[in-house]
């Protein structure tokens, strides 16, 4: 258990709609990743947080959006939904800021959106 | 494009044979470089990084990884494996500021150990 949990764990939805998937760090952590993992994209980094403030962008739709809130749990909302957003979704967090820091990864939301 | 590449997607080995998984980068300049294992129904954990000094890095169960700049690589070893080490395998690079501030994984390589 790397103290990152995620919430929920699957979800089930049709095109066209909205979910907001939810992250909560380790205790102590101020950083929060998101990263989408597909079978055709891979891993790939989404975007990050660091004490409520966006920090690093990465390859994120812009039908998708992020934010940190003030005790640090962090949501990812994706709208206006298409079959390929289809995926496992992970969430991690690190003490610090900075990218070098160790990422502690959660199990994953799944998204099924059909 | 700039990107990490793992060549072997699917490895099978039988225990206690040698394990060498590869990873080459295409960045330029500084990168930090780091290996991830996910094992079945677990969470994505750090086996090692490599940010500078030696080149051999020692990680977790006794994992080792050997950054080679001139190569772009950075492979994965194990001298011996074991079941347990059945997981998937990340290759990620922090590359230099110029291409963004982010951590790059290649596409994963999926370790069956046969017992």
């Known amino acids: 258990d790397s103290g990152v949990t995620q919430t929920p764990k699957h979800l089930i939805t049709a095109t066209g709609q909205r979910v907001t998937l939810r992250c909560s760090p380790r205790?102590?952590?101020?950083?929060v990743y998101w990263y989408q993992q597909s079978l055709d994209q891979g891993l790939q980094f989404l975007i990050q947080?660091?004490?409520?403030?966006?920090?690093a962008k990465g390859n994120i739709l812009e039908r998708f959006s992020a934010q940190q809130f003030p005790d640090l749990h962090s949501e990812l909302n994706l709208s206006s939904l298409e079959l390929g957003d289809s995926a496992l979704y992970f969430c991690?967090?690190?003490?610090?800021?900075?990218?070098?820091?160790?990422?502690?990864f959660g199990p994953g939301t799944r998204l099924t959106v059909l | 494009a700039q990107s990490v590449s793992q060549h072997n997607h699917h490895v099978i080995l039988s225990e206690a044979a040698s394990l060498e998984l590869g990873c080459n980068y295409s960045?330029?300049?500084?990168?930090?470089l780091f290996w991830y294992v996910q094992y079945p129904g677990q969470h994505l954990q750090l086996l090692l990084k490599?940010?500078?000094?030696?080149?051999l890095v020692k990680g977790i169960k006794g994992f080792e990884a050997e950054f080679i700049k001139s190569k772009f690589s950075f492979n994965l070893r194990k001298p011996s494996v074991q079941w347990s080490d059945t997981a998937e395998y990340f290759c990620?690079?922090?590359?230099?500021?110029?291409?963004?501030?982010?951590?790059?994984f290649g596409a994963g390589t999926i370790l069956r150990v046969k017992s």
């Open positions: 205790s102590g952590d101020l950083s």
């Open positions: 960045y330029g300049g500084t990168v930090n």
């Open positions: 991690a967090s690190s003490v610090g800021g900075s990218l070098y820091n160790e990422q502690f």
């Open positions: 490599y940010f500078s000094g030696d080149p």
């Open positions: 990620a690079v922090i590359p230099t500021m110029e291409y963004g501030n982010k951590l790059v």
């Open positions: 947080y660091y004490n409520g403030e966006e920090r």
